[in-house]
């Protein structure tokens, strides 16, 4: 199947609609807590490149990742290419950031096969998604709401599913959040209005949420940290010898008899 090339423009421009923004601005907090302590020299961003999701790292080279036709803007950094064919070299990347990037390729699981090949040991993928199982994602069953309040998204990963593909391809999962819990609404009004369904919503229903953001790390088995050789002190143990003493006759030289 071809990747999916019309998506990321209309996920793009969907961004900056209110329900755009604020989706938006609950990933950026989430993903920026999850790649803040990650370390390295290389971390790249697939997908969304006029987004910036690497800014609260601390990796000195970073790059955005993208097809020919997805929006970019001015920042230095960009990069040309398909999510399936990732032009790295096998475990160069320490850091990889995926803002929606598998629900619009047509393979996202080969997807998912190139990060893992090009991540190093111990390197992180931080990846965000729509959730099916949301009421966003249910409005595919309401008859003429998928239209009214569409959201650009051709295809949905769910988290189950992610898991079962980290699994496979030797990922570890580190952390996952949920949120998002407002309805779909086409103003900023209804947005305000419903703002109480936040808290109520991550507290009774925390896997309802619109959206996730999970990060995984990459485990590679048999794989042991050396850390340097310190060398240990040795005392010299002095050894004390037991000399037997023989025991000595004492004489009177007058009488010449032993005592």
């Known amino acids: 199947m071809a990747p999916q090339r019309a998506m990321p423009i209309k996920l793009a421009e969907w961004l900056e609609t209110p329900m755009g923004q604020y ?3 609950w990933e950026q907090r989430q993903v920026d807590a999850m790649v803040s302590n990650a370390f390295g020299y290389h971390a790249i961003q697939i997908g969304l490149p006029h987004w910036d999701l690497l800014q609260a790292n601390r990796i000195p080279y970073k790059a955005w990742a993208h097809s020919p036709d997805a929006p970019f803007g001015t920042r230095a950094g960009r990069l040309i290419c398909e999510p399936e064919q990732l032009p790295f070299d096998s475990q160069s990347v320490d850091l990889m950031v995926m803002p929606h990037t598998l629900e619009w390729c047509g393979d996202p699981h080969q997807v998912l096969r190139e990060v893992e090949r090009v991540l190093m040991p111990e390197g992180r993928v931080v990846m965000t998604g729509f959730n099916p199982y949301s009421l966003w994602g249910l409005r595919e069953s309401l ?5 009214q309040l569409p959201v650009p998204v051709p295809s949905q990963v769910s988290p189950t599913r992610l898991k079962d593909w980290f699994k496979l391809l030797s990922f570890e999962l580190d952390r996952g959040r949920f949120g998002c819990y407002v309805p779909l609404c086409a103003t900023e009004t209804w947005l305000q209005r419903w703002q109480f369904m936040e808290h ?3 507290r009774w229903w925390p896997a309802g949420g619109a959206v996730y953001a999970i990060a995984a790390v990459k485990r590679v088995t048999g794989m042991r940290l050396v850390g340097p050789a310190w060398r240990k002190s040795k ?3 002095v050894r004390r010898t037991v000399v037997p003493v023989a025991n000595q006759v004492r004489s009177d030289p007058d009488t010449d008899q032993a005592l």
């Open 235 to 237: 005392r010299r143990r």
């Open 143 to 147: 008859p003429g709401l998928a239209l």
């Open 200 to 202: 109520a919503g991550d």
């Open 23 to 25: 989706v938006r601005a």
